[in-house]
């Protein structure tokens, strides 16, 4: 059964920028998001927009702040949405505060379509999914087909499981070197820790338990219960599909921990 994975589709999306990266469709995560589209008028750019790094949006601290109750109905269904946020933001402080919005990914999901010709879903196809036997899934998509970033996927358990296998493999699968390690090490490292966020780019990362038993989590996470955890120190992926429930930690720390620690 295919999943609606709702935010975990920003996990993958980081995986797209690494793979872009690594074909060197992008240079790296240190360029500016506005120099990949120099068409764009800068005079009509909010403050500070021409900042913005690709590691800001990855991180969620583009700094973009966009009061959608501002914008007039052509703007809200605009399929252009790189022109609504660079230009209809607040005054932008690139690469200072966390805040967990749909902007950054969808953004970067444009980005991608643009330097490949075509929506993000095909690079993820052809360069990660069908190489790892993904064959079943589908993303949303705007009106002009641009992949849906922020949340979109739907893909099978058992697929999530791939995906955690391959980044807790550094990002090789089987024989295969599908991602490259230097960026799954960069993507899946703390990024912001705010106290309450332990960020990467577009991975989490947060501590269980005390003492010799306190382990690293590495996660994918999506609204309603969809999670791919991945604890390095036993070599575990742990997948959970639902709809509502919260409880995957609580299943994490009170069942599955302890029996890897027997």
Same mark, same amino acid.
């Given at each position: 059964?295919?999943?609606?994975?709702?935010?975990?589709?920003?996990?993958?999306?980081?995986?797209?920028?690494?793979?872009?990266?690594?074909? $060197?469709?992008?240079?790296?995560?240190?360029?500016?998001?506005?120099?990949?589209?120099?068409?764009?008028?800068?005079?009509?750019?909010?403050?500070?927009?021409?900042?913005?790094?690709?590691?800001?949006?990855?991180?969620?601290?583009? $700094?973009?702040?966009?009061?959608?109750?501002?914008?007039?109905?052509?703007?809200?269904?605009?399929?252009?949405?790189?022109?609504?946020?660079?230009?209809?933001?607040?005054?932008?402080?690139?690469?200072?505060?966390?805040? *967990?919005?749909? *902007?950054?990914?969808?953004?970067?999901?444009?980005?991608?379509?643009?330097?490949?010709?075509?929506?993000?879903? *095909?690079?993820?196809?052809?360069?990660?999914?069908?190489?790892?036997?993904?064959?079943?899934?589908?993303?949303?998509?705007?009106?002009?087909?641009?992949?849906?970033?922020?949340?979109?996927?739907?893909?099978?358990?058992?697929?999530?499981?791939?995906?955690?296998?391959?980044?807790?493999?550094?990002?090789?699968?089987?024989?295969?070197?599908?991602?490259?390690?230097?960026?799954?090490?960069?993507?899946?490292?703390?990024?912001?820790?705010?106290?309450?966020?332990?960020?990467? *780019?577009?991975?989490?990362?947060?501590?269980?338990?005390? $003492?010799?038993?306190?382990?690293?989590?590495?996660?994918?996470?999506?609204?309603?219960?969809?999670?791919?955890?991945?604890?390095?120190?036993?070599?575990?992926?742990?997948?959970?599909?639902?709809?509502?429930?919260?409880?995957?930690?609580?299943?994490?720390?009170?069942?599955?921990?302890?029996?890897?620690?027997?």
């Amino acid at each position: 059964k295919l999943h609606f994975t709702m935010s975990v589709t920003k996990s993958i999306t980081s995986l797209a920028v690494g793979v872009a990266i690594d074909k $060197g469709l992008i240079k790296g995560d240190q360029d500016l998001f506005i120099d990949h589209f120099p068409k764009l008028d800068r005079s009509k750019l909010a403050k500070g927009a021409d900042k913005i790094r690709l590691a800001d949006m990855l991180s969620m601290r583009s $700094g973009l702040r966009v009061d959608a109750s501002k914008l007039t109905r052509k703007e809200r269904f605009a399929s252009d949405d790189v022109v609504i946020a660079l230009t209809r933001s607040a005054p932008i402080e690139p690469g200072k505060h966390y805040k *967990y919005q749909g *902007y950054d990914p969808n953004l970067l999901s444009r980005l991608i379509g643009k330097k490949t010709g075509k929506p993000m879903q *095909y690079l993820i196809q052809e360069k990660l999914f069908l190489p790892m036997g993904i064959n079943q899934f589908s993303f949303n998509a705007y009106p002009d087909n641009a992949t849906k970033a922020s949340a979109g996927m739907h893909v099978t358990s058992r697929d999530l499981l791939k995906v955690g296998l391959l980044v807790l493999n550094n990002g090789k699968w089987k024989d295969k070197q599908l991602v490259s390690p230097e960026w799954i090490k960069k993507s899946t490292a703390i990024h912001v820790n705010n106290g309450k966020a332990k960020y990467g *780019y577009f991975w989490w990362s947060q501590y269980h338990g005390e $003492g010799k038993d306190r382990v690293l989590v590495k996660s994918a996470r999506g609204a309603a219960g969809q999670y791919i955890l991945m604890v390095p120190k036993y070599d575990l992926v742990v997948v959970f599909t639902s709809y509502g429930s919260k409880n995957a930690f609580h299943v994490l720390e009170k069942l599955i921990l302890p029996a890897c620690r027997k």
